[in-house]
């Protein structure tokens, strides 16, 4: 079947792709032709866009500025050293669900105090470590874990600043693997059952109750979900403060969704016009947590054509980047628009392909009978809005290397994580020294 043309191959007119544009029918990112970074660091490769980067985040930060919100960067969305310098110097923290975040977001500068500590399941050691960095605020997601702080932070003589989650049940009408704030999702303390947990938080010699934190999903298009979830958590600190608990912050989390092919979506404004109404005279201070709209219109993915193989009933695109570097469409049904580099002839005929990848696996799928114009081997393609969760959850599955990360500012670039050498990944495996045959002996008679 041959159909005229698609606009999912174009650029979408969006201002979230500014810095992509053809020039000369070639696609670049800013002032950079993608197919001479595609020459020299070889595909598949991230890319990044500092002055996207900067634009969203500036955008983001003049919708809060009049309620004075912190903005705490979900690093996990993109955790590049280069990408959380460009945030730590236009003044954000950071939002971290690991210590190895905290340690990444203080290498690139973010320091502790600007950190906010996330995630259902911190072991006692992270929890250790997190009170003697000193991190800005720690959100306590179970009873548990907040005896547990307790312990760790009497022990060493401090007192731990703590925020407690709840699950105010709400549906964030977003897909199901990404929403948390319904009963029976894993996070938070559901808010029916929350007052004696935060009564107990407040009795704690070495616990300092400083918040109320929620986060209901992520990729949210419409505000509304936000709008319920926050009129719920605000009357919840509204009656603790009513109990004499004097709560001073609120952490309303990210989850603001974006642009990915047709959606209707709400922007930062929006968001902030809600987090304004909701939290107005209260007398809080409030951070939120934004990942995805703050960096994922800022990156592509750059792949090459490996071949174009004609099916007995179809035509498949196989790609050199994989399930493996970009793991969203085959872990979520996630939509990318896939875009040449060469820009098509206008006019140019458009057929359906299904765009795989080169990993054995069936699911190694990005779209199935997406509509392209005719491409062949070797040819460049670029998906879009890939900044987020892109090479932040990529892996080395079928020992493929690590995926590249390249930044770009104006008419300059750097490779910002080279692609590791498949003898490095051999090396970062030492031998069982019973199965090293070139293992001497003493070695085998000290091991008896
Ligand atoms: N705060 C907390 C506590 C979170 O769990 C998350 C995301 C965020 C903030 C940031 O949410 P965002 O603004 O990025 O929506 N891998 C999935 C998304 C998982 C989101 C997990 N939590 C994806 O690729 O769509």
């Not at 703050?294 to 990156?299: C, R, Y």
Request: proline share 5%.
């Amino acid at each position: 079947m041959k159909i005229a043309s698609d606009a999912s191959v174009q650029i979408p007119e969006n201002d979230a792709f500014a810095a992509l544009s053809y020039k000369n029918d070639t696609l670049c990112f800013e002032g950079i032709a993608i197919e001479k970074i595609a020459e020299e660091v070889g595909t598949p490769f991230y890319v990044y866009s500092q002055l996207a980067i900067e634009a969203t985040y500036g955008r983001c930060a003049a919708a809060f500025a009049s309620i004075k919100a912190g903005i705490f960067y979900a690093m996990k969305a993109n955790h590049n050293q280069s990408v959380l310098r460009i945030f730590a110097r236009n003044g954000a923290g950071v939002d971290i669900v690991s210590i190895g975040e905290a340690l990444r977001a203080i290498a690139a500068g973010i320091p502790a105090e600007r950190i906010i500590f996330s995630g259902a399941g911190k072991t006692a050691d992270e929890l250790a470590q997190a009170v003697d960095l000193g991190l800005y605020q720690i959100n306590v997601e179970s009873s548990n874990e907040l005896e547990l702080l307790n312990q760790i932070a009497i022990s060493r003589g401090k007192k731990a600043p703590v925020a407690i989650r709840i699950n105010p049940d709400v549906d964030a009408k977003t897909m199901s693997k990404t929403t948390t704030g319904k009963k029976g999702n894993k996070f938070g303390i559901d808010i029916d059952v929350a007052l004696p947990v935060y009564k107990r938080a407040y009795s704690l010699p070495g616990i300092n109750l400083v918040g109320v934190a929620v986060h209901i999903g992520s990729q949210l298009t419409s505000v509304e979900p936000f709008r319920l979830a926050y009129a719920k958590t605000v009357d919840f600190l509204k009656m603790l403060r009513s109990q004499g608990m004097s709560i001073p912050r609120l952490d309303l989390g990210g989850g603001l969704g974006i642009w990915y092919r047709d959606e209707q979506v709400e922007d930062f404004s929006a968001w902030a016009d809600v987090v304004a109404e909701a939290t107005q005279g209260l007398g809080v201070e409030i951070s939120i947590a934004p990942g995805r709209a703050l960096i994922a219109h800022a990156g592509i993915l750059v792949s090459s054509v490996v071949h174009v193989k004609q099916g007995s009933d179809r035509r498949f695109l196989v790609l050199d980047a994989g399930m493996n570097d970009l793991a969203r469409p085959s872990l979520y049904g996630a939509y990318h628009h896939i875009i040449p580099v060469d820009k098509p002839a206008s006019g140019a005929p458009y057929a359906p392909v299904d765009i795989v990848g080169p990993v054995c696996e069936s699911t190694d799928a990005f779209a199935l009978a997406r509509p392209m114009p005719e491409l062949k081997d070797g040819d460049l393609v670029a998906f879009l809005s890939a900044g987020a969760y892109g090479a932040s959850m990529s892996s080395a599955y079928n020992s493929r290397p690590l995926v590249p990360e390249v930044l770009i500012d104006n008419d300059r670039y750097a490779v910002v994580r080279p692609r590791p050498t498949v003898q490095s990944m051999i090396d970062a495996e030492p031998q069982a020294y019973w199965l090293d045959e070139d293992a001497d002996a003493s070695r085998l008679a000290e091991a008896v």
